[in-house]
């Protein structure tokens, strides 16, 4: 018997042969296949989304607490630095305003 070749548009099946990971079973059939490895980079993707905005919101809501608590302490630190400068220039012209006085004396 001959093989026969058939005509150029009639489709032919051929066996196709992947090398790596099996792909995964489609999702209720809507989805293409997908290799383990395919998968794996889409979800890292998303949790790499999620995590760069649901981090930052964490960082930010922490640090606006510290600061909220740290607010007293600089408020008072500050005042003290504030008083003990103003003492000091005060006292510093005193001292400048005597002697001036002095030697004019």
Sequence with gaps: ??????PKFVPTLTE???TGPAPLAPA????PALTQDQLAQRVLQRVELALDTRLREAIAAAILEHTSALTPLLRERVESVVREVVAEALADEMQARQRAAGANV
């Design 1 to 6: 018997m001959a093989t026969r070749i058939p």
């Design 16 to 18: 196709v042969v992947q």
């Design 28 to 31: 209720l059939g809507t989805l």
